[in-house]
Antibody
Framework: EVQLVESGGGLVQPGRSLRLSCTGS????????VSWVRQAPGKGLEWLGF??????????EYAASVRGRFTISRDDSKGIAYLHMNSLKTDDTAVYYC?????WGQGTLVTVSS | DIQMTQSPSSLSASVGDRVTITCRAS??????LGWYQQRPGKAPKGLIY???GLQPGVPSRFSGSGSGTEFTLTISSLQPEDFATYYC?????????FGQGTKLEI
């Protein structure tokens, strides 16, 4: 069974950094691109970016709202994708999901507040 | 950026009804469109890929159609578990973009 599990969320002060993890199982992690999507409280889904598989160069793409602040990376040996978030703002408060080809994790809540 | 406009934003229906949700793209996205369902308090779930492909395990009452700039998600006979919010997503060009969502209510 394909599973994606996000972790690393929590309460963080504005301006600080946080790293989220997405651990995949039940499939060959290295073969798939992984996307990150967030959902602010009471709002819709926002695509943040993704990382291609290494066989497609492992390249990344980002939404304008996070480009330059957020970085996506992957460690295929561990089956984990990361979302590194810097210079966090209160507007970054959201549930963060990772996803691959129709499968989604359960999400992890990030709250940015002083 | 490609804008995805869903209509309606909300929809009231009854069990057994046939409903259609529309997603319009601001430019041609070929068949690079998926549909997602999100039940309250839950993570989204993939329903449809590439306009009309059914994700494994998704009931056949769900179907998708369209091409270019106009796409539809149809539920042929609503079941109680179908009351949720539905989103389209274009993955034709970066940044990928979601529609604003359609809330399907009883």
């Amino acid at each position: 069974e394909v599973q994606l599990v996000e972790s690393g969320g929590g309460l963080v002060q504005p301006g600080r950094s946080l790293r989220l993890s997405c651990t995949g199982s039940g499939f060959i992690f290295a073969d798939y691109a992984v996307s990150w999507v967030r959902q602010a409280p009471g709002k819709g889904l926002e695509w943040l970016g993704f990382i291609k598989s290494e066989s497609y160069g492992g390249t990344t793409e980002y939404a304008a709202s996070v480009r330059g602040r957020f970085t996506i990376s992957r460690d295929d040996s561990k089956g984990i994708a990361y979302l590194h978030m810097n210079s966090l703002k209160t507007d970054d408060t959201a549930v963060y999901y990772c996803t691959k080809t129709g499968h989604w994790g359960q999400g992890t809540l990030v709250t940015v507040s002083s | 950026d490609i804008q995805m406009t869903q209509s309606p934003s909300s929809l009231s229906a009854s069990v057994g009804d046939r409903v259609t949700i529309t997603c319009r793209a601001s430019q041609d996205i070929r068949n690079d469109l998926g549909w997602y369902q999100q039940r309250p308090g839950k993570a989204p779930k993939g329903l449809i890929y590439s306009v009309s492909g059914l994700q494994p395990g998704v009931p056949s009452r769900f179907s998708g159609s369209g091409s270019g700039t106009e796409f539809t998600l149809t539920i042929s006979s609503l079941q109680p578990e179908d009351f949720a919010t539905y989103y389209c997503l274009q993955h034709n060009s970066y940044p990928y973009t979601f529609g604003q969502g359609t809330k399907l209510e009883i």
